[in-house]
């Protein structure tokens, strides 16, 4: 009976699909037990990204379907998240206590690459990852503003140094030990080392993911760092404008010369919806976004609509995400961040992957 039983809850999870993977519950190893008294279930699963806020509707999905079933009396299910760490480009480890470094990067500026990564940071925090944001753009650092932090960061041995906290992530940027407008008047070489430095320097505190806003560009200040950083996948951010997509492309081919997965595609400033009188408008054109996801076989992440209030949220020094949580506006960023996460899960683990095992229980 037990046996049997077993079969029918793998039978039936293996109908209800991972929005998010694309794999059913059953063969995407996020089972990780089962639990049979009688009658009675308890089914255990562990996705591989963080989906605090979706959790519940999946648990209850899964209950549903579970106790539809005639053999099933009762069905307890618990969902979880556990992120690991996964492959880096080669001869490159990841970092002591950051699980995974993603890259934001758009190959021009001006398409609001930094406040996006500002966003996607405190989406996945808010979905109950351990996050941190690196100001990688030396030139212009704009981070410490955007996430309402400044002054000179903390080291308590003298050599590692603190990393801001803001919002719940943790943060640090140039901009913390220059004044703001001091102009980086450096070569590439002291750019690519300062980096360097502050990205390894710093005392992160057991991460699952370390967002890094790369500055604008695809020259060899861009390259050189792609080659040091032991990045696990890459965001790119444009708007759907012509001359946009044209940098975009060249960004995703940077990454692609550097052997890291670009897990998808950011379309800003898609729409805008005048504040007056309703009336929805494509200003930077439509559709250019999907078209290179297309065109190069990567994930449309998501679209974000023009909108004043994430330009005076960041501005003001609480990203939308935090400013206002339960949105319309940042529930778009914690999609595009459960998306993006969910993907890299997928990817191959950065040691040994150890495949889940269905345990059956008589409690």
Same mark, same amino acid.
């Given at each position: ?137 030396? !030139? ?46 450096? +070569? ?20 699952? !993911? ?28 444009? /708007? ?32 805008? /919806? ?16 999907? +078209? ?16 004043? +209030? ?54």
């Amino acid at each position: 009976m037990t046996q049997q039983l077993q079969e029918t809850v793998k039978r039936l999870i293996s109908q209800i699909v991972d929005p998010y993977t694309g794999q059913d519950l059953a063969t995407g190893g996020t089972l990780q037990g089962v639990g049979i008294d009688g009658s009675k279930v308890a089914v255990d699963i562990v996705l591989g990204y963080p989906a605090k806020s979706v959790a519940d509707e999946l648990a209850q999905r899964v209950r549903d379907v579970l106790q539809a079933d005639a053999s099933i009396a009762q069905a307890t299910v618990s969902v979880s998240s556990r992120v690991r760490a996964h492959t880096v480009q080669k001869e490159l480890t990841p970092l002591p206590n950051v699980k995974n470094i993603l890259a934001v990067a758009s190959g021009k500026g001006g398409v609001g690459k930094s406040t996006t990564s500002a966003n996607l940071a405190l989406a996945l925090q808010a979905e109950g990852a351990k996050v941190g944001l690196l100001d990688a753009d030396i !030139y212009g650092p704009s981070i410490p503003r955007m996430m309402g932090v400044s002054g000179k960061p903390d080291s308590r041995d003298g050599q590692r140094i603190e990393p801001k906290l803001a919002h719940g992530v943790q943060t640090m940027s140039i901009g913390f030990l220059i004044e703001e407008d001091t102009p980086m008047i450096w +070569r590439g070489p002291m750019v690519t080392q300062a980096l360097t430095q502050l990205l390894n320097e710093t005392n992160w505190v057991d991460l699952d !993911y370390l967002i890094i806003d790369l500055p604008p560009g695809t020259g060899d200040i861009q390259l050189t760092l792609c080659q040091k950083v032991p990045v696990s996948g890459a965001l790119i951010v444009t /708007t759907p404008q012509d001359i946009a997509l044209l940098d975009a492309k060249k960004a995703l081919k940077m990454f692609e010369k550097v052997e890291v997965p670009v897990l998808g595609i950011v379309e800003n400033m898609a729409l805008h /919806t005048c504040s007056q009188c309703g009336h929805t408008e494509h200003i930077f054109g439509s559709g250019g976004g999907e +078209r290179m996801a297309q065109q190069y076989d990567v994930p449309l992440l998501g679209s974000l609509p023009l909108d004043i +209030r994430i330009r005076e949220q960041a501005d003001g020094g609480t990203p939308t995400v935090a400013a206002d949580p339960h949105g319309a506006l940042a529930q778009a960023y914690a999609e595009i961040a459960r998306k993006a996460a969910a993907l890299l899960s997928l990817r191959s683990r950065s040691k040994s992957i150890q495949f889940p095992k269905i345990v059956i229980q008589n409690t």
